[in-house]
């Protein structure tokens, strides 16, 4: 069954810390848009069995997922440096 990911949870982040932040970064605003959009396409190669989804696909939608965790991470980190 799939499960969708909780985007400020898995950073450490309320939801409201999590909305500020992006409020004050489009960048980050902008990463997040697509980590969302990512991980609704992993969820929909999820259900229902994917029918017609490859192991290969479902483990290249992951890993573009994770590369975007990974991008906001950054951008994070780089924001508690300032």
Do not use: C, W
Not at 9 to 37: C, M, N, R, S
């Amino acid at each position: 069954m799939p499960v969708k990911h909780d985007l400020s949870q898995d950073l450490g982040f309320t939801k409201e810390a999590l909305a500020t932040l992006k409020d004050q970064d489009p960048h980050l605003a902008a990463l997040i848009v697509k980590y969302t959009e990512a991980d609704q396409k992993v969820l929909e190669a999820e259900a229902h069995n994917a029918l017609g989804v490859t192991d290969e696909v479902l483990v290249a939608l992951k890993e573009k997922r994770l590369k975007i965790k990974d991008d906001i991470v950054s951008r994070l980190d780089g924001q508690a440096r300032h």
